[in-house]
C-alpha cells in the first residue's frame, strides 16, 4: 500500500505484523497510523526501514500543546503488539506529566545511571583513570545526566562534539565522546530497541579528529632551553625537582609526583613505582643525578610537618596534606622563559631518544626503563625479564648523556 500525498495524514489501519510489512516507502517519509490507539504509528521512510512512533502532546494535552514524539523501535526487532503496549505506557506517563516532560521507553535508564554501571563492571581499572572518567563525564557530560538513553540523538552527538572540541580542544572531544560511546554499549544489550547515538553519528558520517602528535625537537636543542626556562620560572623547590626526576627517569607524571619515601632505598640504590599505567610495578635503579634529586629532597623534608614527610615531592601550598597535585601551570611559563615550547611528556620523549637514537640501546631495554607495556612480539615475549642490576649501566648512561645535553651552550652538543 502507497499513499497519495493528500492522503498521508489521513492513512489509518490496524498495525498488525501482515499490514506493516505491506505498507510500501515512497520518496518522502509517511506516517500509518494505528485505528485503535490514537497517537500510535508507524513511520516508512524512503529506504523502506519502517520506525514504530507515537505522538503525544505536553501539558494539559490540548491543541496549543507543544506536539512530541517518541521512537518505540524499529519494525523487525519489535512488533507491533509490543510497540502498542509501549506507546500505551508513554502516553500515560505523558498523561501524568503535568510538566510536560518527555517520558523515557519504560525501564530506560537515564545517562547517570549507565554511566555507572559503566563503571561498576569495571572494578579493576586504575583509580586515576576512574577519576579522570569521572571529571570528563561531569565536565562534558553533565548536562545529560538525567536524560533518558532514548532521548540523546545523533545530532546531540554532533552538537556535543562540536561544543567540546571548540572549548576544550580535539583530544577531549574525542576521548568524551568515545567515552559516551562505551556507556551505550551494555545498555544497547539490555534493551534491543535502543540504538547508540555514537554509532548512529559515525554510521552518518560523523568522524572523530585525527589524532596530532605533538613533536619537539632534537634533545641538543630542547634541554638547554628547558633548563633555563624551568631554572627561572619554577620557584617551587620540590616541583622542580620533580621536573628533573621525570627528566632523568622518562617516567610519567602521575608515576613521579606520587612517590613515596617508603618506596625508595637509597643504599641499594633503587626505588619502586606501585601504580603504573600498565599496571605492573616498576622497580628502577637510582642513578648518580636521581641521588642528588633525592638527597636534596630528603634535606629539605626535615623541615616539614609530619602528615608531608611521606612524599619525595610534597606541596608547599598552604594547609596542603600530600604531595604537588599538578605541574600544568608551569608548562607555559617555562616555555616562555626558555624559548621552546614544554610539557612534561616531552621529558619523556627525550628520555627515549637519547636512549635508543644517540646510545643505540636496545627497544626492549628502553620499554623496560620507561615501563611501556611489552610488545606483542613472539620472540621478544620468550625473553627473560631486564633485571635491576642489568639496567644499572645503561640508565647511568642515558642519564650522563642528558645531563651533558642539558648543560652544553647549545652548539657544543657532541
Sequence with gaps: MKPSAKRVALNKLTLTRGSVEALEPSDKPWIAWDDQLTGFGVRVHPSGTKSFIVNYRTGDGGRKAPNKRVVLGHHGKISPGRARRLARQVLDEAAADPAGGRPAMPGMPVLEQAFEAYMAANPNRAERTNEIDRGRFKRCLGDWQTRPLDAITRRDVEGRFNRITGDSGWSMANQTISLLRSIYRRSCVDFEDLRNPVDLWLAGGGRYHRPRRRKISTPAEVLPCWKKGIESAVDMASAR????????????????????????DMVGLVFRVEETKTGEPLELPITR????????????????????REWVFPSSRPGALGHVATLMPFYAPIGKAGGARFWFHALRNCFITVAERELMLPRSLTKRLVNHARSSDITEGYAAEWTVGQLREPAQRIADRIEALTNASGTDTA
Excluded: C, H
Excluded at 241 to 264: C, K, Q
Design 289 to 308: 643525578q636521581l641521588a642528588a634529586i633525592l638527597e636534596r629532597r630528603r634535606k629539605a623534608s626535615e623541615a616539614l610537618p609530619g602528615s608531608l
Design 241 to 264: 625537582d620533580a621536573l628533573w626526576f621525570g627528566l632523568y627517569t622518562g617516567m610519567r607524571l602521575n608515576e613521579v609526583l606520587p612517590l613515596r619515601w617508603e618506596r625508595v
